[in-house]
């Protein structure tokens, strides 16, 4: 068993320091070394590291992290051997996993919140289960310390924003496009509208995901968001062989232009 | 008590149904419930609709009495003839319902999902009719399979793209659908083709179909001096089942029969779970990963159901039964050669039913109204290909 670091203290501690805060997104089990790629994207400068647990179905995701847990999933990827293998290692940045519902629902929520506690999990983002229906595993997270991050995206109206943002845990996602995850060519209009919203609603760190794809679209978010959550790009070089000296390299960048600012 | 009212504040059937939608999608949501609210309790909007069916979709549609099948079976057996609407399925009800509520919200494009190519037709058509824009999310398998109504789509004007991961049938179609909504939510209308997703589809598309149990309900009256003992449709979102439900649940004691296939019976097999936006029953493995359907039927392919069928089966109020792919073709060949009526592969699946319980769970002499969904021009070279060698 780990002990995992606070998601929300980490964050808010470093964005006290004037540190634009990173966080990228690697697929469980997609390949055989992927916890050597988490490693390497936490020693390249991530301060927190999501890690997807393949579902079948993911809606919200574009062609790349849907090869990405297709994959994973193929070479027989569980909830149990990701959560098994997080547990085996100590990170040196707070983890957070991501995945679509049915595979909490269909563990239990209860049962499923234990396996993240054990796993030195500290966060979850679950961007299928709106918050009016979270009731049961907010209770259930919270028992194991385990902080939930809510989405919040253009479309969302003022009203709601405001109470999702108060509700949020960990850090506020902020989505950047209208749209499934994927690689843009420019960063959309609306992700640095959303953060200006957003960051005048509360203190606590707003990152900015989706559709951030190079160190220049990551520096030019965190203009106004606190940071970046950087997935398909990075996927995109783990599907085409990049492996963690790959990762270190591109979240080495994006580090470097975030640290710009 | 009520079987079949109007679902919970949170869009709920009991334990099933709900909005498990990504954060961007929930504002569309919210949009579109009130947006139907107040379309469904605005009666113009009500007449306009039932006009449309009526002078363009061909409804009322007959109940027609099936002598030489009933005089086989041992029952009196009924057909609700949906299959004789305009595009050749209940599917119309539905698509002139959505379409026209999404002209009224000033959505001037909408995108659907098809598995059989039936709720394509009827949302290419319905596009066609009243100057929308559309595409049509459809699996690479059931492309192959319903060659015919792809084209008939893309004739009518409508973009047909074709969905190449997962299983390539409805499921992905489906997935591909919500993400492309996601992108496009702002000017886009989501024509959801069944009893499925998140609130308010569930319920709004069981109201647009309620006019198929309505009207069998007052035929039956009028045809068979009282309600019928048995109502039987087959489920695979479970659409027109829903509808054929909604003018019996209530009003009669029938006993109500939805038919799922053997390879997809999520009602029958399943376990509660969520996807699509909803809690409903859904075929699983053990880690919660949604499995593939497998049916012959590109119409019912599909490892989950709508809600409200979880929660009628959870209340009793409506049975769940499974037919496979071969009493499914024996059932096309003998409606088609007792009754002159080409069923679609989907509805065959309630004719299997009812052949195979005649005289067992369906009491000799019981009326029986089973929901003719769709016709079967469209599966004409599937059951070519399986059924050679069985015609003369």
Known sequence: ?261 | MSFMGPPSEAGRFGDFGGVYVPESLFAACSELEAGFSDAWADASFRSTYYQILSNYAGRPTPLTYAGRLSEKLGVELYLKREDLTHTGSHKINNVVGQALLAKRMGKGRIIAETGAGQHGVATATAAAVFGLDATIYMGEVDIQRQELNVFRMRLLGAKVVAVSSGSKTLKDAINEAMREWVASVETTHYCIGSVMGPHPYPYMVREFQRIIGEEAYSQSLDQLGGAPDFVVACVGGGSNAAGTFAGFADTCAAVLVGVEPAGGAAVGRGSPGVVHGMRSMLLQDEFGQVEEAHSVSAGLDYPGVGPEHSYLNSTGRAEYYSVDDDAVLDAVMLLSQTEGIIPALEPAHAVAWVASEAGKRIPLGSKVVLTMSGRGDKDASVAAELLVGRLR
């Open chain 1, 1 to 261: 068993m780990s002990i995992g670091l606070s998601l929300g203290t980490t964050l808010a501690e470093a964005k006290m320091h004037g540190r634009k805060l990173l966080v990228p997104y690697i697929t469980g089990g997609l390949g055989t070394d992927w916890l050597d790629v988490l490693e390497a994207v936490i020693a390249a400068g991530a301060d927190a590291v999501e890690v997807g647990i393949p579902f079948s179905d993911p809606i919200m995701d574009g062609p790349i992290i849907q090869e990405a847990s297709q994959r994973a999933l193929d070479s027989g990827a569980t909830p149990a051997s990701i959560l098994g293998g997080l547990a085996e290692r100590s990170f040196g940045a707070p983890l957070a996993v991501m995945t679509y519902y049915n595979i909490v629902h269909h563990a239990g929520v209860e049962r499923f919140a234990g396996w993240l506690d054990t796993a030195g999990v500290s966060g979850v983002i679950l961007p299928d289960l709106p918050v009016e229906e979270m009731g049961e595993w907010k209770s259930c997270a919270a028992a194991r310390n385990i902080e939930t991050v809510l989405l919040v995206a253009p479309t969302t109206p003022d009203d709601r924003a405001q109470k999702l943002v108060d509700e949020s845990q960990g850090f506020v996602y902020a989505v950047g496009v209208m749209g499934v995850t994927g690689e843009r060519n420019a960063l959309a209009s609306s992700a640095r509208t959303i953060s200006r919203r957003l960051t005048s609603m509360t203190d606590k760190p707003v990152l900015i995901g989706i559709g951030i794809s190079t160190p220049e679209q990551a520096k030019e978010a965190s203009q106004d968001a606190d940071g970046v959550v950087v997935g398909s790009a990075l996927v995109r070089r783990l599907l085409e062989g990049g492996g963690p000296d790959g990762a270190f390299d591109f979240i080495s960048a994006i580090r470097r232009a975030v640290d710009a600012l």
